[in-house]
C-alpha cells in the first residue's frame, strides 16, 4: 500500500528505466559478460511493499544490488529518491547509501562485535551522540526481542536470531528503503514468521520494502504486489 507524499501525489522511491545489466567477466573488459538483467523498467511508489520473485539466475539479487547502489546498470537509467545515478557524483553516493538498509540471507553481522555493538556501528558511522546511540540500541533489541542477548557474539545466537540481529541493524538509522535477499532462505518455519512480521512492520511504519524470494508460502502469507524476474527480463509487475 503506498502513502501519497504530499499533496496527495504518490513519488517513486526507486525507478528502474530499461536497465541492462553485465557482469564484468574475467579476463574481459567491463561489460562483456551474459546480460544479468535486460529492459527492466518499473517503478516502486514511496512507501510500497514488494516482493521480487523468479526462479535461480532469473536476477533478483542483481536487481538489489543495482536498487542498493552496490553496482551500477550498463544501460538504462537507475532513479533512487529522485536522483538520477547517472547524474550523481560518485561523492554524493554515501549520502544515498545512508537512505537504504540491507538484509542478506547469509546475515553478514560482524563475528568479532557482541549484538549491540553490530546495531551501534551504522549509528557511530553516522555520528550520533553516544547517549542517543545506546538508547536506539535499546530500542532496537527491544523489538527484535533480544534485550538479554545484547553482549553476545552472533556466532552464540541462532540463525533466525541473527537474522534479527540483522533486521535491526538495516534498520537502526530508519533509512527510507529496504531491501532483503532471500532473508528468510536459511530460516525455520518460525523464525520465518518473525522476520515477516518485522519486515511488515517496518513497512506498515512507512519504509519501502523489497523483498526476493522463492517462499511462496510466505508470499501467499503477505499479499503484497510482485516484481517477477525470468531469464533477466521483468515478466510481471503488480
Ligand atoms: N558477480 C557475478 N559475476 C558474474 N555473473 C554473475 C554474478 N552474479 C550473478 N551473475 C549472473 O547473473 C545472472 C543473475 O544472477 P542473480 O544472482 O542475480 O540471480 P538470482 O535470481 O538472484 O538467483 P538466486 O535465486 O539463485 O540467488 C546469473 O546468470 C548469474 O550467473
Known sequence: ????????????????????????????????????????SFALPEGSFHWLLGPSG?????????????????????????????????????????RIGVVHQDFRLL???????????????????EAQVRADVEEMLRWIGLVNRADALPAALSGGEQQRVAIAR??????????????????????????????GEMHRMGTTVVVATHDEVLVRAHAAPALRLEGGRLVSHG
Open 1 to 40: 500500500m503506498a502513502r501519497p507524499a504530499r499533496g496527495g501525489i504518490v513519488r517513486a522511491m526507486v525507478r528502474f528505466d530499461r536497465v541492462g545489466l553485465r557482469y564484468p567477466v574475467p579476463p574481459g573488459p567491463e561489460g562483456t559478460g551474459p546480460e544479468a538483467l535486460r529492459d527492466v
Open 111 to 129: 563475528p568479532h562485535l557482541p549484538v549491540a555493538d553490530n546495531l551501534a556501528l551504522p549509528l557511530r558511522i553516522a555520528g550520533r551522540a
Open 58 to 98: 532469473a536476477g533478483k539479487s542483481s536487481l538489489l544490488r543495482l536498487m542498493h547502489l552496490a553496482l551500477r546498470p550498463s544501460r538504462g537509467e537507475v532513479e533512487l529518491f529522485g536522483a538520477r545515478l547517472s547524474q550523481t557524483r560518485r561523492a554524493a553516493l554515501p549520502r544515498l547509501r545512508r
Open 170 to 199: 538495516a534498520v537502526v538509522i530508519r533509512p527510507a528503503l529496504l531491501v532483503a535477499d532471500e532473508p528468510t532462505g536459511n530460516l525455520d518455519a518460525a523464525q520465518t514468521w518473525r522476520v515477516l512480521r518485522l519486515l
